[in-house]
Nanobody, 121 residues
């Protein structure tokens, strides 16, 4: 009913930049909060950044000043601009969205399939 499709991951050298994009589609009435999480093998998935429908943002301490989350409500899309990347940023990055579906007053949580980001020389 609702799909989140991520793009923009890849291999980048330390100090480099990447921009992740997550596009939501399907039976969407509105998108509430959206965010990016990341996960490395053997560890729990962690919040990287989140943004409310009104544009209020929240970041993990480890990425403050380097990553920027933004959204385009008209396109049902959320972005993560990642600058000054470090090897410890290497992970699978997942998009998350709380979606109010057509015909329902409730919000439902959805995840994308994940995109690999590797920071290495």
């Amino acid at each position: 009913q609702v799909q989140l499709v991520e793009s923009g991951g890849g291999l980048v050298q330390p100090g480099g930049s990447l921009r992740l994009t997550c596009a939501a589609s399907g039976s969407i009435f509105s998108l509430n909060a959206m965010g990016w999480y990341r996960q490395v093998p053997g560890k729990q998935r962690e919040l990287v950044a989140a943004i409310t429908s009104g544009g209020t943002t929240n970041y993990a301490d480890s990425v403050k000043g380097r990553f920027t989350i933004s959204r385009d409500n008209a396109k049902n899309t959320v972005y993560l601009q990642m600058n000054s990347l470090k090897p410890e940023d290497t992970a699978v990055y997942y998009c998350n969205a709380n979606v109010r579906r057509l015909g329902s007053p409730y919000g439902y949580n959805y995840w994308g399939q994940g995109t690999q980001v590797t920071v290495s020389a």
